[in-house]
């Protein structure tokens, strides 16, 4: 009789595995909806201060607690719900692993991810600004930097056609979702996602070049 054998191969916990940057930012975004749900005032505060807002050409804007330029970071951080923050954390742990152990875990690494990150964020928020808009509009949620984080992904998976495979899905996508808004408006900054993918699918493999110390830099093509 056989005597089956005991698997000694130790398992890392997956929380364990994952980047440091991941986890920073997924608790800081945890951290804003705790706060804007137990503490409306100061949540309130938080959500002026971080939105994005766009509008007519030439028409004065809100004024917002830190000007203008800061929502252009600080927007990844609030969310219009928990469904809303759920998604993105989703989105941010899968795709955000893949990129993140491709750069590495150490501190070159990290500091990649947040300047890869954020860049694609400040590209998604830019690109909803300079759209043209009837009227005043105001964007938030982590989805402008994860959308960079899907063709980073796909560059970790399989180089450029790794990243095609993904970004092009992900960018017809938010193109229906466009077209289909000009008859039935749809509440989803498409063109977040487009301006975060986009950036993404350019700057990674720069960002991995030049930050990368992990497992993703053996893909060229």
């Not at 054998?5 to 980047?19: G, K, L, S």
């Not at 095609?164 to 466009?178: E, H, K, Q």
């Not at 996602?193 to 893909?219: D, K, M, N, S, W």
Request: net charge positive; hydrophobic share 55%; glycine share 14%.
């Amino acid at each position: 009789m056989s005597v089956p054998q005991r698997d000694d191969q130790v398992r890392t916990p997956i929380f364990n595995a994952m980047p440091a940057a991941v986890l920073i930012l997924a608790i800081a975004m945890a951290a804003v909806a705790m706060i804007t749900t137990f503490l409306p005032e100061t949540g309130r505060w938080i959500f002026a201060a971080s939105l994005v807002i766009g509008g007519p050409a030439g028409m004065s804007l809100p004024a917002q607690p830190l000007g203008h330029v800061a929502p252009l970071v600080l927007h990844v951080f609030i969310h219009f719900g928990w469904f809303h923050l759920v998604m993105n954390l989703a989105v941010l742990i899968g795709a955000g692993r893949a990129a993140g152990l491709a750069l590495g875990d150490g501190v070159k690494g990290t500091a990649g991810f947040f300047v890869f990150f954020f860049v694609c964020a400040i590209a998604g928020a830019g690109l909803e600004i300079l759209l043209p808009h009837d009227q005043i509009v105001q964007m938030g949620g982590a989805s402008t930097g994860v959308s960079g984080l899907i063709a980073a992904a796909g560059w970790v998976r399989g180089g450029y056609r790794g990243m095609l495979s993904l970004t092009l899905p992900w960018i017809g996508f938010n193109v229906v979702i466009a077209l289909t808004g000009m008859v039935l408006p749809i509440p989803i900054s498409w063109a977040g996602h487009i301006g975060g993918v986009v950036a993404g699918a350019c700057l990674f493999p720069l960002v991995l070049a030049v930050f990368g110390e992990g497992r993703g830099r053996r893909f060229r093509a």
